[in-house]
């Protein structure tokens, strides 16, 4: 009898070692799962009025472009992180028409060389998570095309794969009229992004090739030949 007893004793002990371990585990991904990158949490602080300026930085330089567009045959122009953060966060905030997917809110861009960094906040209603996005940007091998290498995808600092994250992101470049698929025989690292050929306003039609894109920290680069 005493040494089923202490049997029984030694098998309750690793039960609740093991349930212990479990429940560490759990916590631990949790807590992964929980992390908030640091230049993400920096981004999501500034404030609307830093943004402003930045924002109307970048509407005068596409007012530039849509007025340079008629009159030359080469476009450089820049456009910096903090400009594109700036519009995602003020016309794609919380009260603009502009829809981003069901349940992902706050986007930023970490702009770097050789990769950039797309964040986002998953919300559902038992859970909050943010995901990061490490890619590489570069022009395709075809004439108007981007491609965006995925590198990594993180929930949290925990390192996944985001299928459904990837539906819902084509589902809302469809919706937004982007020319977005995936390049085949990747499996679903390499996205391409198809820019149009041609700019037409009423009666006036412009070619257009992208022949340079460089990114590099903080700023993008795009040199454009008009036809």
Same mark, same amino acid.
């Given at each position: 009898m005493l040494r089923i007893k202490k049997r029984w004793r030694r098998i309750l002990h690793i039960v609740l070692a093991v =349930?212990?371990?479990i429940l560490l585990a759990c916590l631990f991904i949790l807590w992964l799962l929980q992390t908030v990158p640091l230049n993400y949490q920096t981004a999501l602080v500034v404030e609307n009025e830093v943004? $402003?300026?930045h924002l109307v930085a970048l509407q005068e330089t596409v007012d530039n472009?849509? +007025? +340079?567009?008629?009159n030359r045959d080469k476009l450089v122009f820049e456009v =910096?992180? $903090?400009q594109i953060n700036a519009w995602l966060a003020m016309e794609?905030?919380? $009260? =603009?028409s502009r829809a981003l997917p069901e349940g992902i809110k706050q986007p930023r861009i970490e702009l770097g060389k050789p990769q950039q960094t797309l964040y986002f906040t998953i919300e559902r209603p038992r859970f909050t998570v943010v995901i990061s996005i490490v890619v590489q940007i570069a022009l395709g091998d075809n004439l108007n095309t981007v491609e965006i290498r995925i590198g990594s995808v993180h929930a949290g600092s925990l390192p996944v794969r985001m299928k459904r994250a990837f539906d819902e992101i084509e589902s809302a470049m469809a919706r937004q009229g982007v020319d977005f698929r995936w390049k085949p025989g990747t499996n679903r690292e390499v996205a391409v992004v198809t820019i149009p050929s041609q700019v037409r306003i009423k009666n006036k039609q412009k070619n257009l090739s992208v022949r340079e894109l460089s990114i590099d920290d903080d700023v993008v680069e795009v040199t454009v030949e008009l036809d």
């Amino acid at each position: 009898m005493l040494r089923i007893k202490k049997r029984w004793r030694r098998i309750l002990h690793i039960v609740l070692a093991v =349930s212990v371990l479990i429940l560490l585990a759990c916590l631990f991904i949790l807590w992964l799962l929980q992390t908030v990158p640091l230049n993400y949490q920096t981004a999501l602080v500034v404030e609307n009025e830093v943004h $402003q300026p930045h924002l109307v930085a970048l509407q005068e330089t596409v007012d530039n472009i849509k +007025d +340079d567009i008629w009159n030359r045959d080469k476009l450089v122009f820049e456009v =910096s992180e $903090q400009q594109i953060n700036a519009w995602l966060a003020m016309e794609l905030g919380p $009260q =603009s028409s502009r829809a981003l997917p069901e349940g992902i809110k706050q986007p930023r861009i970490e702009l770097g060389k050789p990769q950039q960094t797309l964040y986002f906040t998953i919300e559902r209603p038992r859970f909050t998570v943010v995901i990061s996005i490490v890619v590489q940007i570069a022009l395709g091998d075809n004439l108007n095309t981007v491609e965006i290498r995925i590198g990594s995808v993180h929930a949290g600092s925990l390192p996944v794969r985001m299928k459904r994250a990837f539906d819902e992101i084509e589902s809302a470049m469809a919706r937004q009229g982007v020319d977005f698929r995936w390049k085949p025989g990747t499996n679903r690292e390499v996205a391409v992004v198809t820019i149009p050929s041609q700019v037409r306003i009423k009666n006036k039609q412009k070619n257009l090739s992208v022949r340079e894109l460089s990114i590099d920290d903080d700023v993008v680069e795009v040199t454009v030949e008009l036809d």
